[in-house]
């Protein structure tokens, strides 16, 4: 088994000051488990401390990693150097930011202009049912959160938006349908209405023609296409 | 250049909220409940709230439902104290634990997505060091959302405040608070996206920033966890108490330190050495794996100590072994799914099938901004600051002492944040309330002494070297030699860090810009917990010294530790609160300084 590897960076960098954008190459060594952030902080500390790219909890809890790695979007804190070499079978990768807002500088994007399609979902309950009796909780049983329990942990990495052919203008996008969805489902929130008028608006679920590639990239392996077609069906309502 | 270090513009609120965490949330939902229409504002150093650190807490939650005969509030606290080993504020303690139950009503009304039992309530999981019968035997005390516990309170909160109009300013850092004559009126804060400096004046200013992991190499927090708000209160000459009180969650995931949660021994993980036997036994017999966490994370590190620990070929790092392979698939598929795949995902490992190296790794700072059990900011002399707060993982009430319960941090956000919220209401609403302008005068000086920098040093490996050093000197265990090396190079690497230029002198999105500006802050607080830890010649909780073995009443005290000027601690001591003991009645008893066996 190899211990490690003679790979090839290709990142897309943007200077805001100069307004510039060009590729620029990095030559590195790295042993077979490291993350792609651990290369990206390598090169800051080896070779140029400029590079910008994002991260915070680096294990595929947060969604602030995402990049596009030879065009698949992806979280570059799951991805290991090993993994990546079998999936794409090579030692040169081409990096590049996601495509769902705007640049602020090389790998990392204006993620507020990303979650304004999220926002416009009302991502929280609208009307909330009243419990059974003042101070309790609501009863859901196992079987109807399984229903919608997987749209629940969407972690907004926009992965699913990058890879939707159909997100970029119109569409609000995968993720933030998911968001709108799991309120229908969720039988604590009485606006379902509202909600519905989102979902089957001009920018919301019939803007996707099921191409699967959300649920292909999705790094939570959520079936997120499954959700977008059940909106489609108008099978999401809750008891 | 330098030009730029000029503040471009003032905004004006009623309460800024200096982190946008769980914490930071929980408050500012209740005051925008509360006060609908007010002006609140939440810096987040991350792209966005839902990328702030709490989304990563998976365990659970612990609290006492009043209704449940198997459990009261009183064993709650018990736990609590004696977790903390007697260092906790019994004032606190009681608010906290008597308060859970509400909080986790409000978020499950909300629409937190918390797992389910067969009736369709909610379900409750074991943790370490939460008993029934001052412990007598582990309890159902912890709710959870599967493991993305943190993330349902996040999404939650977020979604609340954003619903009632909060304003967040993301990737804004607070760089330096503004406090004169004991009053708090805002903040510097720089802009990163677009490298601009702006002063916030507000009422009411809220330090909610979270924890300082990135101190050491080995650790389970994000990589913005660099103890900002210990750091600018430091700065500010306020003091950080019990700094030395840093908790190891036994299991990080040998190599990137990742956290497999405590979980994994709730639901019957076992922890092997080399020779595959089942050390736990030796360490604590009656808990055994399910043991505070600062007992196995020495016991681990006896282990590997004495050479029955097995060396990892890839990271060249010693680690024992997790044993999951005897659970059921539910308990793989229902129960751990997400720290199993962590364990597929960094280590390519199958829980269900092989061993997994875990060993300790830094996760949690009991220690803090001092407060009061309303998060009143206290300085040096315990008086208030007017208008400031603190409160989740950078603050000190303290609810944890020197050891921290799994489940009992979230708690502490969602009640504390809750009770900050109640508390500076009327203060806002009251005269003395208004907003006051102080100059900030310290910022341009700090950032133009990075921008103008020369020589030959590397910001970024004296970072990567300081954080080793800690690792090494300043954890599991430590002596007076380690801690006196430790300040030693501290020192040095603060005036290094001054012979650093920077790659790039622009401001927006400058990540070397706020790596040296973070560098300083790490060197703060790492500089405050090795004193600290130096001082106190004794036994404690989390913070173990390997020549002092022992707990001894002659440190029954908190430790204050301010910083005249880098490298120069000054100790002083607080009283640790004792009403239940005081206050008589039944099993109070249990309240007194009583020894730490499971
Ligand atoms: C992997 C992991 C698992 C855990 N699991 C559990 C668990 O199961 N149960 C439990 O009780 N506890 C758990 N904990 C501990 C718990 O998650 C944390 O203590 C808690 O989330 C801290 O919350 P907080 O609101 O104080 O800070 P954070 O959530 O860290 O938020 C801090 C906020 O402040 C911002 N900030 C920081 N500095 C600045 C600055 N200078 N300017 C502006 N903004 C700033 C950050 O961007 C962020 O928004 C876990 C911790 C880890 C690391
Ligand atoms: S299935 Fe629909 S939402 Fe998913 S990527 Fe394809 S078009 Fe987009
Ligand atoms: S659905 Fe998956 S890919 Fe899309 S934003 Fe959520 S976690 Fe990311
Ligand atoms: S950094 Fe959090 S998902 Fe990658």
Known sequence: MKTSYDLTLNIRRYD???????????????????????????????????????????????????????????????????????????????????PVASVVRDLVIDTDQAYARIDQVKPYIISPRQPAADGEAHQISPEELDRYVDATRCINCFCCSAACIASHDTFLGPNAMLAAIVRVMDPREDEKQQRLETIYSENGVYRCHSSQACSFVCPKEIDVAHFMALAKQGAITSS | MTAALHIAAT??????????????????????????????????????????????????LAAVDPRDPLDSTLFHMFDTWKGSDCTADQNVVKLICESAWEQILWLENRGMHFSRD????????????????????????????????????????????????????????????????????????????????????????????????????????????????????LQAGLPIMDPEAVQFHPTGIVGPGILASETLRSVGGILRNRDLEPFMVNYAPKMKELAPRDLVARAIESEIREGRGIVNPDHNIPHVWIDLRHLSDDVHEKQIPEVSSFFKRYVNLDTKKDLCPVRPSNHYHMGGIPTNAFGEVQDGDQQIIGGLYAVGECAAAS??????????????????????AERLIPYIKEEYGKHQDIAGDRFAARFSTYMEATGSES???????????????????????????????????????HRAPLACRDLAMNQELLNRW?????????????????????????????????????????????????????????EIDMSLFAAGGEHHEKFDYIERKY
Request: a positive charge; charged letters at 25%.
């Open chain 1, 16 to 98: 805001p000051y100069q307004n510039r954008t060009w590729v620029q190459t990095y030559q590195l060594e790295a042993g077979r488990i490291m993350r792609f952030v651990d290369l990206f902080r390598k090169i800051n500390d080896e070779q140029d401390a400029t590079l910008a790219w994002g991260s915070s909890c680096e294990h595929g809890q947060c969604g602030s990693c995402s990049v596009r790695i030879n065009g698949k979007p992806m979280l570059a804190c799951e991805l290991l150097v090993e993994n990546a070499v079998n999936e794409f079978g090579s030692t040169t990768f081409f990096i590049e930011p996601l």
């Open chain 2, 11 to 60: 905004l004006r609120c009623d309460v800024l909220i200096i982190g946008a965490g769980g914490a930071a949330l929980r408050c500012a939902a209740e005051v925008l409940e509360q006060m609908p229409g007010a002006s609140v504002y939440a810096l987040t150093k991350v792209s966005h709230p839902q990328k702030s650190h709490t989304s990563t807490a998976q365990g659970g």
């Open chain 2, 118 to 233: 067969r009736e369709g309530r909610l379900s409750k999981r074991t943790f370490g060091g939460h008993t029934r019968n001052f412990g007598e035997a582990s309890v159902y005390r912890a709710v959870f959302e599967a493991d993305r516990t943190g993330k349902g309170i996040m999404d939650t909160s977020w979604g609340e405040t954003l619903k009632n109009g909060i304003r967040f300013f993301n990737q804004c850092i607070a760089v330096e608070l503004l406090i004169k004559d004991r009053r708090c009126g805002g903040c510097i804060a720089f802009k990163q996206k677009d490298g601009q400096f702006v002063k916030i004046l507000a009422k009411a200013t809220v330090i909610a920033t979270g924890g300082s992991g990135q101190v050491f190499r080995v650790t389970t927090n994000c990589r913005q966890n660099t103890g900002d708000g210990l750091a600018l209160a």
């Open chain 2, 399 to 420: 609810f944890h002492g020197f050891n921290r319960l799994g489940t009992n941090s979230i708690l502490e956000l969602i009640t504390m944040g809750k009770l900050v």
């Open chain 2, 459 to 497: 910001v970024g490996l004296i970072r990567n070297a300081m954080r080793t050093m800690m690792t090494e000197k300043v954890s599991v265990f430590r002596t007076e030699k380690t801690m006196n090396e430790a300040i030693e190079d501290l020192a040095e690497s603060y005036e290094r860090a």
């Open chain 2, 518 to 574: 973070e560098l300083d802050n790490l060197l703060m607080v790492a500089m405050a917990i090795s004193q600290a830890a130096l001082h106190r010649k004794e036994s404690r909780g989390a913070h173990f010294r390997d020549d002092y073995p022992e707990r001894k009443d002659e440190f029954n005290y908190h430790t204050l530790a301010s910083m005249v000027s880098f490298p120069t601690v000054e100790i002083g001591r607080r």
